[in-house]
Each structure stands twice: as structure tokens, then as C-alpha cells.
């Protein structure tokens, strides 16, 4: 089922996937010893300030490890029953056994409590270990476990009962949905429809060629979308909120390349807003940390161009949250 139209206006949402270590550790460059996690931590308070000064809504999708103050009590909230990828380099219990824990770049309860008491903020979920649904060897029952740790140790640590999911990789596994609906997470983020979107586990070189390029030039679909294309199988799943547009780092060797990436967003957003549709945009925390003061400067640009979006046209700022409450009680029409 769909949406019927209720928003009056076009809608910007912000999603972010909150991560540090926790979602790069089984890649094969990742660098745990650079500045780049202790920048991210003094990037995340100075994008939550910009949030609150212009009145900016966003969804914080976090890795439900980072929540724990110490190994201690990481262990006290781990689940009964562990993902058992046929890859073990896909699991982060595996990576811990071989790597240790280090408190600057697996837990961020202080900066998680920022999120909180940040006005407009949303706390999410990025699932407890950064769960990959559609990764071999796992199972539904290895999933549950993993949702139920991330919203135990919200609920102990904060008392917040989490309802938005983004799924790690965008790895969505449609026969897990129904899980995520009944272990209390009411929206999740799609994926765009466009075809170098599906499917993320397969990570072929074509699949990012044109990703990437599409950032400049129009490769696929159109990226905003209307109500009617927030789909839900039924009351017993959650909201599919589709993502528009993947915010890419700064490119430090081009200008013009920055330029033109920055552009393609804003027109996007400009078209979302004259056609009164919903524009998503999503990024992790740490995309900032290579070049936090250019990366920071482009999210100002954007969030004023939103500005003038809301003032000619009444676009207004959403999380994933908001959004779905401002749906509420929604007509349904079918496919």
C-alpha cells in the first residue's frame, strides 16, 4: 500500500549513518590509527549546533555499540545469539577477538546524549553490530537478537525506545521487514530505485562507476519522490522511506568537481520543493572528517538553500520520525 497525498509542501529529510569504527572495520583500507575518528567526534556537536541554529531536523542512525560507556558494559548488552556470516570477516565480534577495543573509536554515549538533548534530533538505529541482512550464513533469529540488543541498550541507556532503522550497506533484506516492525522500529530507509541501488552485496565496479557519476550527471530516476511512493505491505511492516541522494565527501583536488556535486543536491532540492515532493538526503558523520572545515562550510550552503527553499516555496525540514507522524493516520490506497 501507499501514501494518499497529505503534505502541502515539499519535505527535506536528513538521515545519518552513525558509525566511527563500527562501519568500516571489515573493509580493507580502513585506518584505525589517524585523526580521521577523533575529527568525527568534533565534527558530530558542530553539525548537531548547525542543526539547532537553523532549526534543522535529522534522524541519527547509530550503531547501538556505540552507546556502551566501556568493553564492560558492551558485553553485558551483547546478543545471546551472534550473526554467523560464512565470511567471519563480515562480523564484529570476530574483529574484536583479533583487535581489542579502543573507547575513541567504538563508543560515543556523550555524543549520543548530544543527539538527544539536541532540539529537532532524532535517535535511530544502524542495528547493534551493524547487521548485514543479506550477507550468507546469517539467519532472521540472528536479526531479531541483533534489533532487540540496539533497543535494550537504548532504552538502559537513555530511556528511549528506538523507531527508525537505516540498514547497514544498505543491505535490505525485504523478508526481514516484518521483523523490524514487530521488534518496535515502525520506518525504515530504502534504497533509490535506480538500478546501481539494488541489490548493495554485490558491489560491482560498474554499480559505483555509475553511483558516483551520478552525482553529476542524471544517470537514473528521478530522486525526490511523492507521498505516494512511501510504501508499506501492511499495518505488520514498517515505512519504506526511500533515500534520495548519498551527500559524497569533499574532493580536495577539484574545485569544480565540489561545485558540480554541491549544485546537482541543491537542484534537486529546488525541484522537490517547487513539486511539492520529498527529497533524502543521507551521509555518515565521518565523510566530514578528511576535510572537516570544507565539509562543514557545504552543509551550510545547503542548509541555506533550504532556507530559501522554505521561505519561497514552504518546504519544510523532516526526520524519518517526524515525517511518519506527520503521515499519521494515513489513507491507504492500493498497488
Same mark, same amino acid.
Given at each position: 500500500?501507499?501514501?494518499?497525498?497529505?503534505?502541502?509542501?515539499?519535505?527535506? $529529510?536528513?538521515?545519518?549513518? *552513525?558509525?566511527?569504527?563500527?562501519?568500516?572495520?571489515?573493509? @580493507?583500507? !580502513?585506518?584505525? #590509527?589517524?585523526? =580521521?575518528?577523533?575529527?568525527?567526534?568534533?565534527?558530530?556537536?558542530?553539525?548537531?549546533?548547525?542543526?539547532?541554529?537553523?532549526?534543522?531536523?535529522?534522524?541519527?542512525?547509530?550503531?547501538?555499540?556505540?552507546?556502551?560507556?566501556?568493553?564492560?558494559?558492551?558485553?553485558?548488552?551483547?546478543?545471546?545469539?551472534?550473526?554467523?556470516?560464512?565470511?567471519?570477516?563480515?562480523?564484529?565480534?570476530?574483529?574484536?577477538?583479533?583487535?581489542?577495543?579502543?573507547?575513541?573509536?567504538?563508543?560515543?554515549?556523550?555524543?549520543?546524549?548530544?543527539?538527544?538533548?539536541?532540539?529537532?534530533?532524532?535517535?535511530?538505529?544502524?542495528?547493534?553490530?551493524?547487521?548485514?541482512?543479506?550477507?550468507?550464513?546469517?539467519?532472521?533469529?540472528?536479526?531479531?537478537?541483533?534489533?532487540?540488543?540496539?533497543?535494550? $541498550?537504548?532504552?538502559?541507556? *537513555?530511556?528511549?525506545?528506538?523507531?527508525?532503522?537505516?540498514? @547497514?550497506? !544498505?543491505?535490505? #533484506?525485504?523478508? =526481514?521487514?516484518?521483523?523490524?516492525?514487530?521488534?518496535?522500529?515502525?520506518?525504515?530507509?530504502?534504497?533509490?530505485?535506480?538500478?546501481?541501488?539494488?541489490?548493495?552485496?554485490?558491489?560491482?565496479?560498474?554499480?559505483?562507476?555509475?553511483?558516483?557519476?551520478?552525482?553529476?550527471?542524471?544517470?537514473?530516476?528521478?530522486?525526490?519522490?511523492?507521498?505516494?511512493?512511501?510504501?508499506?505491505?501492511?499495518?505488520?511492516?514498517?515505512?519504506?522511506?526511500?533515500?534520495?541522494?548519498?551527500?559524497?565527501?569533499?574532493?580536495?583536488?577539484?574545485?569544480?568537481?565540489?561545485?558540480?556535486?554541491?549544485?546537482?543536491?541543491?537542484?534537486?532540492?529546488?525541484?522537490?520543493?517547487?513539486?511539492?515532493?520529498?527529497?533524502?538526503?543521507?551521509?555518515?558523520?565521518?565523510?566530514?572528517?578528511?576535510?572537516?572545515?570544507?565539509?562543514?562550510?557545504?552543509?551550510?550552503?545547503?542548509?541555506?538553500?533550504?532556507?530559501?527553499?522554505?521561505?519561497?516555496?514552504?518546504?519544510?525540514?523532516?526526520?524519518?520520525?517526524?515525517?511518519?507522524?506527520?503521515?499519521?493516520?494515513?489513507?491507504?490506497?492500493?498497488?
Amino acid at each position: 500500500m501507499y501514501f494518499m497525498n497529505q503534505l502541502d509542501t515539499g519535505a527535506w $529529510i536528513i538521515s545519518l549513518d *552513525f558509525e566511527l569504527l563500527w562501519g568500516i572495520f571489515d573493509k @580493507p583500507d !580502513n585506518k584505525v #590509527n589517524t585523526p =580521521y575518528f577523533s575529527n568525527t567526534r568534533e565534527l558530530v556537536p558542530r553539525m548537531l549546533d548547525s542543526f539547532a541554529r537553523h532549526y534543522i531536523e535529522a534522524t541519527w542512525a547509530t550503531v547501538g555499540m556505540l552507546f556502551a560507556e566501556n568493553k564492560e558494559e558492551w558485553e553485558s548488552f551483547l546478543p545471546k545469539i551472534k550473526p554467523s556470516y560464512r565470511n567471519k570477516e563480515y562480523s564484529a565480534y570476530e574483529w574484536v577477538k583479533k583487535h581489542g577495543l579502543q573507547n575513541e573509536y567504538h563508543f560515543a554515549p556523550d555524543l549520543i546524549k548530544k543527539i538527544i538533548d539536541t532540539p529537532g534530533q532524532e535517535l535511530g538505529s544502524h542495528s547493534f553490530a551493524h547487521y548485514y541482512t543479506l550477507m550468507r550464513g546469517q539467519t532472521p533469529s540472528q536479526f531479531r537478537n541483533d534489533l532487540q540488543a540496539a533497543q535494550r $541498550i537504548a532504552k538502559h541507556k *537513555f530511556q528511549i525506545n528506538l523507531s527508525s532503522l537505516v540498514f @547497514p550497506r !544498505n543491505h535490505i #533484506n525485504l523478508q =526481514y521487514l516484518k521483523i523490524c516492525k514487530e521488534e518496535g522500529f515502525s520506518q525504515v530507509r530504502s534504497n533509490p530505485k535506480d538500478w546501481f541501488w539494488q541489490e548493495t552485496q554485490h558491489e560491482r565496479v560498474i554499480k559505483r562507476i555509475y553511483r558516483t557519476a551520478d552525482c553529476f550527471v542524471s544517470l537514473g530516476g528521478c530522486s525526490s519522490f511523492g507521498e505516494d511512493e512511501i510504501y508499506q505491505e501492511t499495518e505488520n511492516y514498517p515505512l519504506e522511506i526511500p533515500a534520495s541522494r548519498l551527500l559524497r565527501p569533499y574532493y580536495q583536488k577539484s574545485n569544480l568537481i565540489n561545485k558540480w556535486r554541491l549544485q546537482r543536491v541543491m537542484n534537486e532540492m529546488t525541484s522537490a520543493a517547487k513539486q511539492k515532493k520529498i527529497y533524502h538526503l543521507w551521509w555518515h558523520p565521518h565523510n566530514f572528517a578528511n576535510n572537516p572545515k570544507a565539509s562543514l562550510n557545504e552543509l551550510e550552503i545547503l542548509i541555506n538553500h533550504y532556507k530559501n527553499l522554505k521561505e519561497t516555496y514552504g518546504m519544510k525540514s523532516f526526520s524519518m520520525q517526524s515525517l511518519a507522524n506527520a503521515l499519521n493516520a494515513p489513507t491507504f490506497k492500493s498497488m
